[in-house]
Structure formats: C-alpha cells, structure tokens
C-alpha cells in the first residue's frame, strides 16, 4: 500500500469501528499491513467479507477478526467488546470510526436522527 505517516507497532490490538467501508476499511487494510492485530465490524456481512479479504490481500498473514454488530444498541457494543477479549485478549488501541450521517431536518425522521444519535455517540455497553 506504500509508505505513509500512519505507523502503529506490530503486534498492537486495535479496535476499528465501522471498519467495513471507506476510511475505516482502508485504516483496518494499513494496520495489518503494519503488523497490527486488529478486530473490525460493520453492519452488514457482505460489506464485512470485502473488508476482511482487502485486507488478507495486503498481509495474507494478518491476524484480523470480524463481525457484524449495531453499536446503536447495548448489546451490540457488549458483542464487539466481547469479540475483542476473545479475539484479541484486550485492547490497547481504539479507532472509533462508525457513524452515520444524516441529511437537513426536513429530510430525515425522527428515527433516522436517533438511529445516528445513538450510533455516533454510544460510548459504553
């Protein structure tokens, strides 16, 4: 993937929110390109198994997990913690990229905005 600024030590467990798609599957694809060992999820599977292959491409030797979770509920931040001890046994780094974004005020309903609300602002299980 060439040279960057972006630099973490091998061996780091990292944490990547929202790792599926855009910038959070291009930080997931340079951690493990770095030798970081790192634990990733999204909403959707498909997204989640493109995810996981890119970055296999860039280190086939990665030590990467996966799951699909919503971090808007409890539960779904409990799940990724979970994954996190199992896969990784603890965290030294976390990369909080999930979120989505939403339209104008006469756009979006209510519960668009609380969907975002409680997925870019949920801090603990």
């Known amino acids: 993937?060439?040279?960057?600024?972006?630099?973490?030590?091998?061996g780091n467990r990292v944490l990547v929110t929202g790792g599926t798609t855009g910038i959070g599957r291009v930080t997931v694809a340079l951690l493990v390109e770095q030798?970081?060992?790192v634990v990733t999820f999204g909403r959707h599977q498909p997204e989640l198994e493109d995810?996981?292959?890119h970055a296999r491409e860039v280190n086939a030797d990665a030590d990467i997990?996966?799951?699909?979770?919503?971090?808007s509920t409890r539960e779904g931040v409990a799940r990724v913690f979970a994954a996190v001890d199992d896969s990784l046994g603890g965290?030294?780094?976390?990369?909080?990229?999930?979120g989505l974004a939403v339209g104008g005020a006469q756009e979006e309903t209510?519960?668009?905005w609380r969907?975002?609300?409680e997925t870019n602002y949920r801090l603990r299980p």
């Open 1 to 10: 993937m060439g040279r960057s600024a972006f630099s973490f030590d091998a």
């Open 91 to 98: 965290l030294d780094i976390l990369i909080n990229n999930a």
């Open 35 to 37: 030798g970081a060992r």
């Open 65 to 71: 997990h996966g799951l699909t979770a919503d971090v």
């Open 51 to 53: 995810a996981l292959a």
């Open 110 to 112: 209510d519960e668009d």
């Open 115 to 117: 969907l975002a609300a």
